[in-house]
């Protein structure tokens, strides 16, 4: 195999590129190298995001303590992005096809479809809104007017076009837009330097009360992410060879979660350095961050950078609702059209000013998604492999193959999400609801699936898990 080939994927139809195996089984000999799935993984790892959560760590905790938080998102991604991935590999289904079968059936799992797209929404409309703060910085153009929101629209629908044909678009962008990111970020910090003073770990100082409480809340905020970078990496592992081994999937996650980190801890750095002279919203903001520094040029690095990330956005999005929709209204228009939806959600929303509201959103996504993600993982490797209560391999996901709602997801899902709720409605600290969330719902999980003994893996009627060749 060439240099070359590393960093590609297997020739393809059109069609299969578009449609990229949406709601089928990825085939054998569609699978990609690990560099080349690494590659497009680049796109996720270098986001806006990374910046502004690298400032808010600091600013909630400071150094050395901050590294409590990143250190339990890092080692936590790993583990987390290993075992789906390999999971996902080996099925090779993405991981709402693949909820059909763990746990939740597939009308249920069709809702915790509609709970992951939540997810690509925000973060699409995250990035989006970091581009429009640097545009309105940079040319006085209201973020909330028309003007801005039309803008936001047509950068979407622009960012569309570069993932129509899904990993094979998005590996052709990670190709030269990474190396354009690296130069962009470097004249960045040259320019950091000569205006400002370069604050150092040392100095990266909480600009509040950083006890306990801090500390949760900055925990809590990991925990979202922790789950999700691992949840994320699951629809592009889905297309590794199926013989790919822990170290495998292991590697991918940290190809990613390197070039990541370094994000999050420059981040840090930048925030540290502007927010005695801005304030500490402006110094988390890279839209406001790489305008100041830079001028034109980092209105053209946030919006190059914004591109690389939301493709990934829109290809998730993509990916999770043609699964949603495709059980629930047996609707199948074609993957690339749900990026419509997900642009649209997008401009909906786009008045609400996100990145003020992002601790929020991460403790919800931390009680929902990564319930689900636990629950799914608890499921394949304990009610399946370890207790045997299913089969372990080539896990069904066709209707009329599993059944349209399985009880043991669904109530480990509600119940988990019930208690997550009572710390977002205050009646606990928040920052206490997603761990508790992602421990409850496994364990009532394997609970009830033991006391099933497994027949709501089944349709209805069908005494035992049959062995029914897959189409694919």
């Not at 925000?122 to 910085?137: K, Q």
């Not at 006890?211 to 592009?236: C, K, R």
């Not at 059980?327 to 401009?347: D, K």
């Amino acid at each position: 195999m060439s240099l070359r080939s590393l960093f590609r994927g297997p020739e393809a139809s059109i069609d299969d590129q578009i449609e990229s195996y949406a709601i089928d089984r990825v085939p054998d000999n569609k699978r990609w190298p690990i560099p080349a799935i690494s590659l497009v993984l680049l796109g996720n790892a270098t986001a806006m995001f990374f910046f502004s959560f690298g400032a808010q760590q600091t600013f909630l905790v400071g150094w050395p303590m901050m590294l409590i938080p990143i250190g339990y998102f890092f080692f936590g991604a790993i583990l987390i992005g290993a075992l789906t991935m390999r999971m996902a590999s080996r099925e090779g289904l993405s991981q709402s096809l693949i909820s059909r079968g763990l746990g939740f059936g597939s009308r249920g799992a069709a809702v915790t479809s509609f709970i992951y797209a939540i997810n690509f929404v925000y973060y699409f409309l995250f990035e989006g809104t970091i581009v429009s703060h640097a545009l309105a910085f940079y040319f006085d153009i209201p973020i909330g007017s028309l003007a801005g929101v039309a803008i936001f629209a047509l950068i979407g629908l622009v960012t569309i076009g570069f993932v129509w044909r899904g990993m094979y678009a998005m590996s052709a962008l990670q190709t030269w837009g990474f190396p354009i990111f690296v130069g962009l970020l470097v004249w960045a910090l040259i320019s950091l330097s000569s205006k400002h003073t370069v604050v150092g770990p040392s100095g990266w100082a909480a600009t509040g009360a950083s006890g306990g409480a801090a500390l949760w809340t900055a925990m809590s905020f990991a925990n979202g992410q922790m789950i999700f970078q691992g949840l994320m990496a699951t629809d592009y592992g889905r297309f590794a060879k199926r013989a790919i081994r822990y170290r495998g999937t292991a590697s991918i996650m940290l190809l990613e979660l390197v070039p990541m980190f370094a994000v999050i801890f420059l981040g840090a750095m930048l925030g540290a350095s502007l927010v005695g002279e801005f304030g500490s919203e402006k110094a988390q903001d890279p839209g406001f961050v790489f305008v100041h520094l830079m001028g034109l040029a980092g209105v053209v690095f946030v919006l190059v950078t914004q591109i690389r990330i939301n493709v990934m956005n829109l290809y998730g999005g993509s990916i999770t609702l043609s699964s949603g929709f495709d059980v629930i209204a047996h609707f199948r228009p074609g993957r690339p059209w749900w990026m419509f939806a997900v642009w649209l959600f997008g401009v909906i929303f786009y008045a609400t000013n996100v990145i003020n509201h992002l601790g929020t959103f991460l403790a919800i996504t931390g009680v929902l998604t990564n319930t689900w993600v636990l629950i799914i993982l608890s499921d394949y490797f304990i009610c399946r492999r370890w207790l045997k209560l299913g089969r372990a391999d080539q896990i069904e996901y066709r209707e009329g193959e599993v059944r349209e709602w399985n009880p043991c997801g669904l109530t480990s899902l509600a119940v988990a999400v019930f208690v997550g709720a009572l710390g977002i409605l205050e009646i606990y600290p928040v920052a206490y609801a997603s761990f508790l969330a992602m421990i409850v719902g496994p364990v009532i999980h394997v609970a009830l699936t033991v006391a099933t003994k497994g027949r709501y893996y089944t349709p209805a009627g069908r005494a035992s898990y049959q062995e029914i060749p897959d189409s694919v």
